[in-house]
Nanobody, 125 residues
């Protein structure tokens, strides 16, 4: 599975961005996709994710109510709509997928088998 994340950029606090993670190589049926973010010098942090088959969606507490995850089956793509962005949302955002992830594991980067290159989101105050 190859993943391509895109949509990052420089925005002001309060603005919105939509990130995309497009998968190729195989359908994401049976996979769980997670969005993570990472600031230099810190661990990769879970943002949210979605189980492809059930469309069960998870969010980190830090983004609940501001970020929305959705998917387009026809495009094999997952979106991360980010609203009311804050300077502390500044990070490189990554998407990862795995097909052996149980609900209690979604926060752990180590359970994701494939990763895309990150896309940088910078939120100025």
């Amino acid at each position: 599975v190859q993943l391509q994340a895109s949509g990052g950029g420089l925005v002001q606090a309060g603005d919105s961005l939509r990130l995309s993670c497009a998968a190729s190589g195989r359908t994401l049926s049976g996979y769980t996709m997670g969005w993570f973010r990472q600031v230099e010098g810190k661990e990769r942090e879970y943002v949210g994710g979605i189980r492809w088959n059930s469309s069960t969606i998870y969010y980190a507490d830090s983004v609940k109510g501001r970020f929305t995850i959705s998917k387009d089956n026809t495009k094999n793509t997952v979106y991360l709509q980010m609203n009311s962005l804050k300077p502390e949302d500044t990070a490189v955002y990554y998407c990862g997928v795995g097909n052996r992830i149980i609900a209690g594991q979604v926060l752990a980067p180590s359970v994701y088998d494939y990763w895309g290159r990150g896309t940088l989101v910078t939120v100025s105050s």
